[in-house]
């Protein structure tokens, strides 16, 4: 049965542009579960979202990234929209923000266009996973192993396809965050080579 996720606090790693959906739904959902969920971002005050083909709502920043922790959060949420994740994968804090929750084994979950912020990261090398059809060639270049399912789970690693897939994705994103850290194994080697863990 799924466990409790009461009183954990989850992060929203965003930039302006990310798809309004994909950002508001699984922050709904982890609310509704109890689960405290700041908006972490470059931007100050505000970020603003994309809905489909154009400008939407406007969402307060509740932690600017210069100021926040990955220490201080149980699990990273990051949506997708074509260009959030655009922004943040050139944005050193974003990556290596991200890269955090990947080292520890901690839960993470990417929607859409999301997992090119992974990428960057340099630890998704044979990671299943799965994401918007039009960065499947950039996830295989960096080793991914993808998959065209609504949603796909590796160790702690959720990952989407789209808005369409926002129930599966979120049903799954609750149920990892309840089983909390997850072993990190020998598939990370690749990284630390690359980032200099010790």
Excluded at 98 to 111: D, N, R, S
Excluded at 169 to 194: P, R, V, W, Y
Aim: net charge negative.
């Amino acid at each position: 049965m799924a466990k409790d996720v009461k009183g954990k606090k989850v992060a929203i790693l965003t930039e302006n542009g990310f798809e309004e959906l994909e950002l508001t739904v699984p922050k709904k959902a982890l609310e509704d579960a109890g689960v405290t969920v700041h908006i972490v971002s470059p931007q100050d005050g505000k970020v603003k979202a994309w809905d489909h083909d154009h400008w939407s709502i406007e969402l307060d920043v509740d932690v600017p990234l210069s100021k926040a922790n990955p220490e201080d959060y149980d699990m990273l949420v990051i949506p997708g929209g074509v260009i959030n994740p655009d922004k943040m994968r050139e944005n050193e804090k974003c990556v290596s923000f991200a890269q955090h929750f990947m080292e520890q084994g901690k839960p993470l979950a990417a929607i859409c266009h999301a997992p090119q912020l992974l990428i960057e990261t340099g630890m998704i090398s044979n990671r299943e996973l799965t994401s918007y059809k039009s960065i499947k060639t950039d996830l295989v270049n960096a080793g991914a192993l993808w998959v065209d399912k609504e949603v796909v789970v590796d160790n702690g690693l959720v990952t989407s396809r789209n808005p369409k897939d926002l129930d599966a994705f979120c049903k799954k994103m609750i149920e990892e965050l309840g089983e909390g850290k997850h072993a990190t194994t020998g598939q990370f080697t690749h990284a630390d080579s690359n980032f200099g863990n010790s």
